[in-house]
């Protein structure tokens, strides 16, 4: 069974907005990290957060992380439209051994 | 695509027959993965490499093998290929003290 579940597992915004992105896991985890997937194309890391974090930044992103909950968000501010594409969690619970959830696929509208 | 490549990009296949995909990397990574991805399902670890003839089984490992005999290259293997294994896979790279995957370009699989 898949370790992270994504919610919603689709999203459509307008350009300007902020779009919000869920992730649950199962288990222990040493990190846990987001990764973004244009149509047609390979994933492409975007943040990674730590098990002992609680917020991370970079640029427009947002990741926060609750252990206690066992779950993390991925908040993309002012959204544009080339921020289309799939979002993954990908958790790290052992040694260089990735478990990626199931997506949300977000478009932002011109 | 961090040096990453794959090939075929795209293959159609019958059952019942062998199919061979290849991940070549130029970065020398020390991990390489191979995923498969399929709607509803995102990506499933099928085997990786943590070394030169060093590998493991991910989570979807039945009906694949893998070989690895040079830094460089990682290779899947479908032994008899099935319906079931219409899918796009993915080959990804990681480096010790490294927590990020680079991922490779995909190859589309169709197995009639």
């Known amino acids: 069974s898949q370790q992270g579940e994504e919610d919603p597992q689709a999203l459509s915004i307008q350009e300007g907005e902020n779009a919000t992105m869920n992730c649950s896991y199962k288990?222990?985890?040493?990190?846990l990290q987001w990764y973004r997937q244009n149509s047609g194309r390979g994933l492409v890391h975007l943040i990674l957060?730590?098990?002992?974090?609680r917020e991370k930044h970079s640029g427009r992103l947002r990741v926060t992380l609750d252990t206690s909950k066992k779950s993390s968000s991925l908040l993309i501010t002012a959204s544009r439209a080339a921020d289309t594409a799939s979002y993954f969690c990908?958790?790290?619970?052992?040694?260089?051994?990735?478990?990626f959830g199931t997506g949300t696929r977000l478009k932002v509208l011109a | 695509d961090a040096g990453i490549t794959q090939s075929p990009r795209h293959k159609v296949t019958e059952t019942g027959t062998p199919v061979t995909l290849r991940c070549h990397q130029t970065?020398?990574?020390?991990?390489m993965y191979w995923y498969r991805q399929d709607p509803g399902h995102g990506l499933r670890l099928i085997h990786y490499?943590?070394?030169?003839?060093?590998?493991d089984k991910g989570e979807v490992s039945d009906g694949y093998s893998v070989s690895r005999s040079k830094t460089e290259d990682f290779l899947l293997t479908l032994e008899s290929a099935t319906s079931s294994q219409t899918s796009v896979y993915f080959c990804?790279?990681?480096?010790?003290?490294?927590?990020?995957?680079?991922f490779g370009p995909g190859t589309r699989l169709l197995v009639l």
């Open positions: 490499s943590y070394g030169v003839k060093d590998t």
């Open positions: 957060i730590r098990s002992n974090e």
């Open positions: 288990t222990s985890i040493n990190n």
């Open positions: 990804a790279i990681s480096e010790v003290g490294e927590e990020t995957q680079y």
């Open positions: 970065e020398n990574h020390r991990y």
């Open positions: 990908a958790t790290a619970s052992g040694t260089y051994k990735y478990i």
